[in-house]
Nanobody, 125 residues
Framework: QVQLVESGGGLVQAGGSLRLSCAAS????????MGWFRQAPGKEREFVAA????????NYADSVKGRFTVSKDNAKNTVYLQMNSLNPEDTAVYYC??????????????????WGQGTQVTVSS
């Protein structure tokens, strides 16, 4: 049973930084991708970043390129999202998810079969 637990959200001022963590357990797939998504009130869930577990290839939404970095720690089965230069438009609930097919280059929500509970990120102006 795949379980994902996010942490690290909180309240930060514009221009600040946060690092989100997602601890994974129960993953038995040989090639998979882990992604970060976010959902603001009244908006659809949107892709933020993804990383292929094998090899570490990454993909980012245009809105976060150059500000956010996705990384992983194989020993801890944990994926991170380092978020710098945050602005109020980044305010959302952030979710990590697993794509068992490993299509790290896709931003499609439908490819991700397992989801964490989400962590709130609020950026004040």
């Amino acid at each position: 049973q795949v379980q994902l637990v996010e942490s690290g959200g909180g309240l930060v001022q514009a221009g600040g930084s946060l690092r989100l963590s997602c601890a994974a357990s129960g993953i038995t797939f040989s090639n998979y991708a882990m992604g970060w998504f976010r959902q603001a009130p009244g908006k659809e869930r949107e892709f933020v970043a993804a990383i292929r577990w094998s090899g570490g290839l990454t993909n980012y939404a245009d809105s976060v390129k150059g500000r956010f970095t996705v990384s992983k720690d194989n020993a801890k089965n944990t994926v991170y999202l380092q978020m710098n230069s945050l602005n109020p438009e980044d305010t959302a609930v952030y979710y990590c998810a697993v794509d068992p097919s490993g299509t790290w280059y896709s931003s499609s929500v439908r490819r991700y079969a397992y989801w964490g509970q989400g962590t709130q990120v609020t950026v004040s102006s």
